[in-house]
Nanobody
Framework: QVQLVESGGGLVQAGGSLRLSCAAS????????MGWFRQAPGKEREFVAA?????YYLDSVKGRFTISSDHAKNTLYLQMNSLKPEDTAIYFC???????????????????WGQGTQVTVSA
């Protein structure tokens, strides 16, 4: 099973930017869907973005967030621009099953999860 470690979270003012990173070890993820999810206090975990041969985004982050991956470094990224207070949440990196490409928006398609990194956006 792959191990995932997120970094890059923090406190930022509205309109600012952050870049999250997710370092993977245990296996390469070049043949799996990788994703970012988030969970705000009192809310359920929600899909944010995913990448395989295509990219997928939550409607509310389209045009502001960009997901990318560096296979040589086995690292997943999430560039977040024009941040809003409603983006405040714990952000989790997730890895899908190797060579299994289901619904990238569905958290059940992912079998490995990081511990999360806090993103706080102040008004």
């Amino acid at each position: 099973q792959v191990q995932l470690v997120e970094s890059g979270g923090g406190l930022v003012q509205a309109g600012g930017s952050l870049r999250l990173s997710c370092a993977a070890s245990g296996r390469t993820f070049s043949s799996a869907t990788m994703g970012w999810f988030r969970q705000a206090p009192g809310k359920e975990r929600e899909f944010v973005a995913a990448i395989n041969w295509n990219t997928y985004y939550l409607d509310s982050v389209k045009g502001r967030f960009t997901i990318s991956s560096d296979h040589a470094k086995n690292t997943l990224y999430l560039q977040m621009n024009s941040l809003k207070p409603e983006d405040t949440a714990i952000y989790f990196c997730a890895a899908g099953r190797e060579r299994v490409f289901g619904d990238p928006y569905n958290s059940r398609e992912y079998d490995s999860w990081g511990q999360g990194t806090q993103v706080t956006v102040s008004a």
